[in-house]
């Protein structure tokens, strides 16, 4: 990526870097505006994130273990498995509330219900946003936005058939 693809807006008096993709890093956030450009431009397939994506600095989308010794698992044919586990029952899927039960959460719950032990563990370290949109990173090259995680059930349901469909597809 180039800079010509940077637009630089203020907002609250914290200066933010958009990409085209609507990606954006917040100079607050990493410290310079130079640092908060260069994260912007290391990003590889996100769209719509917010000083999340490369924070970890990943060596690999194969290998579940960055540089900092950070243990990311992986879900094989994981939108397959996160549809199958939101809808098993009508009361499997709410997107109100991370974890409700054993048997419902939303769908960033679900990812880091299923990833069990080390989700678990990344979910109390960063969080189930966070960590729900590493284990889908390290887990499949469908992307799944941080945004995904806000919506409500009908609209998730929705995004997450088309997402397991294309895994489907992309698996045969």
Not at 44 to 69: I, L, P
Not at 104 to 118: D, I, N, Q, S, Y
């Amino acid at each position: 990526m180039t800079e010509k693809n940077i637009i630089w807006k203020e907002i609250d008096g914290v200066k933010w870097c958009y990409d085209d993709k609507n990606n954006r890093c917040s100079a607050k956030y990493w410290g310079s505006e130079e640092e908060a450009l260069e994260r912007l431009q290391s990003l590889k397939n996100c769209s719509d994130c917010s000083n999340c994506s490369n924070r970890y600095k990943y060596r690999d989308k194969k290998d579940s273990e960055n540089q900092d010794g950070l243990m990311i698992p992986k879900i094989e044919n994981i939108h397959q498995k996160v549809l199958e586990a939101a809808t098993a029952t009508e009361d499997s899927l709410a997107m109100s509330d991370w974890h409700t039960c054993e048997t419902t959460h939303c769908r960033a719950g679900w990812v880091t219900f299923l990833a069990g032990k080390e989700g678990a563990d990344l979910e109390g370290r960063f969080g189930p946003a966070l960590a729900g949109s590493m284990i889908y990173r390290a887990s499949s090259e469908i992307k799944v936005g941080m945004n995904e995680f806000y919506k409500g059930n009908k609209e998730a349901l929705e995004s997450m058939q088309k997402a397991a469909e294309e895994e489907k597809l992309l698996n045969q």
